[in-house]
């Protein structure tokens, strides 16, 4: 545990190593819920403060090789999440009972996944170049196609419109999709192949990663685009979460940092304490800390 800045950075182990921590997400129990990628299962870490954080491992059906990705609470109290091995949508309930969906297409490579309004689960599936739609009431799976091929869509989230919002990493594009119409607008990015993937809305607009230009772009409603470059040209940022208009958090991958961004004027970076950790999802915790998942085996806190 250190200091910086008047906030806190501690990590806490949650499996071993191999089982490689990666999308993870406050569930409506209060917990933080971890895909372990390697491990083919899903992990609940505690942090209600009761005695230190305690780790219970889920098995699922297809482990090791079934590579559950990005995860998210459902409107149904569960948690839910991509399964981009076996090309499934998984369910697991807080009582740590998981089942999975198959998807229509063949080989989709199921990735990022949100709740919307409409009350559905939707995702994306960057083998595909498509976006999915599934009805947590019956499993109904309904896919819309992208209208670019090799576009890899990846991180998707529902906008300030109503909208789902998704990068199209391979494709250099932020895309929009009218949930009540089916209709999809690709946005360019103004750096070329600047490869997006984490994406995220603050209330007002939305707000990508750039994981190869190590760039953060803040995307309006109408599609304009504003980049704003990172202090360090191997960042590699790749997930991101907004806490406020025109403030984010994202991890960088590259660096072995997350950083806090402010639109109006300041980026603070906060290094983690073990080397090549590999940061990847990030969320605020019931806490109200930030946390993030490292591959190597830990989850890391920063605190105020």
């Given amino acids: 545990m250190y200091s910086s800045d008047a906030r806190t950075v501690e990590e806490f182990p949650v499996t071993d190593p191999g089982a490689g921590p990666y999308g993870l997400t406050a569930g409506p129990d209060g917990a933080l819920w971890i895909t372990l990628v390697h491990a083919g299962r899903i ?14 491992v889920h098995a699922l059906d ?10 998210t609470p459902g409107p149904d109290g569960a948690l839910w999440f991509t399964r981009a091995g076996d090309h499934r949508i998984g ?53 819309y196609a992208l209208p670019v091929a090799g ?10 419109d109503g909208a789902l919002w998704f990068t199209l990493n391979r494709a250099n594009a932020v895309g929009r999709l009218a949930p009540d119409t089916g209709e999809v607008a690709l946005h360019p990015l103004p750096t070329a192949d600047a490869g997006p993937v984490g994406i995220a809305c603050d209330g007002e607009a939305l707000w990508c990663v750039e994981l190869t230009a190590s760039q953060v772009a803040r995307i309006a409603t109408d599609g304009r685009v504003e980049e704003f470059p990172l202090i360090d040209d191997a960042a590699k940022p ?7 208009p025109g403030e984010c958090w994202f991890t960088e991958w590259g ?26 999802g990030i969320a605020v915790g019931a806490d109200g800390a930030l946390w993030t998942a490292q591959e190597i085996g830990t989850v890391a806190r920063i605190t105020a």
């Avoid at 576009?151 to 529902?158: D, H, L, N, T």
């Fill in 43 to 56: 992990a609940r870490f505690s942090t209600d403060g009761e005695g230190p954080p305690r780790t219970t």
């Fill in 238 to 244: 790749h997930a991101i979460v907004s806490t406020a």
């Fill in 151 to 160: 576009g890899f869509p990846a991180m998707i989230c529902e906008g300030p």
């Fill in 62 to 71: 297809g482990a090791p090789d079934c590579l559950p990705m990005v995860i």
């Fill in 255 to 280: 660096a072995n940092r997350v950083t806090h961004f402010r639109a109006n004027g300041g980026t603070t970076p906060y290094a983690l304490p073990t080397p090549s950790s590999e940061p990847h």
């Fill in 91 to 143: 369910r697991i309930t807080t009582d740590g009972e998981a089942v999975s969906h198959p998807l229509p297409t063949p080989d989709c490579g199921p990735y990022g996944i949100t709740s919307a309004a409409d009350g559905g689960l939707w995702f994306t599936m960057t083998n595909a170049d498509r976006v999915g739609r599934l009805d947590p009431a019956d499993g109904t799976v309904t896919e």
